[in-house]
């Protein structure tokens, strides 16, 4: 289930708690009926005292506000798009950290890998892999590189990081 849609369930499920408490329902029956907690019926009452219905209705979401702002995470998707060569990287591959590099270097902001990745979740970017190995392939050249070009690779990228 999608955010958003988590969320409508979620203030459906206020409103519905707090029209059965103004039907002189007891919060036990509430909690049970709508599936929601004791604490939440509480705060949904506190709240529709105070502000009527339509402040169940406009309920804000709780949780951390965003950490880039709507023109931030658009330059971000731009970026991406760009290709991860554009920002300096030797592949097209982009991988969390680099992604979180970028987003330090760009926007001033530091990420956790994790909070990348459910950042582009929202963003709408998946995960991708090949789907399969291309058709032509020359197997023995793979294996000869493999054998001869791989350990010299190795030899320059260790002798790069030192």
Request: charged letters at 30%; one cysteine or more; hydrophobic letters at 35%.
């Amino acid at each position: 289930m999608r955010q958003s849609q988590k969320l409508k369930a979620l203030k459906r499920r206020r409103r519905c708690g707090a029209r059965l408490r103004v039907a002189g329902e007891s919060q036990a029956e509430v909690t049970g009926q709508v599936g929601v907690s004791r604490q939440t019926v509480m705060r949904s009452t506190c709240v529709r005292q105070d502000g009527g219905m339509e402040a169940v209705r406009r309920t804000a979401h709780s949780g951390r506000a965003e950490r880039l702002t709507v023109a931030q995470r658009t330059e971000l998707v731009r970026l991406l798009k760009e290709g991860a060569p554009t920002a300096g990287l030797p592949t097209e591959l982009w991988t969390l950290p680099q992604i979180a590099q970028l987003i330090e270097k760009r926007f001033a902001v530091k990420m956790v890998d994790s909070s990348v990745w459910r950042l582009l979740g929202r963003l709408g970017w998946s995960m991708q892999r090949p789907a399969g190995q291309a058709g032509e392939r020359d197997q023995r050249a793979v294996r000869t590189w493999t054998a001869k070009g791989w350990s010299e690779q190795e030899k320059l990228l260790r002798d790069n990081t030192e």
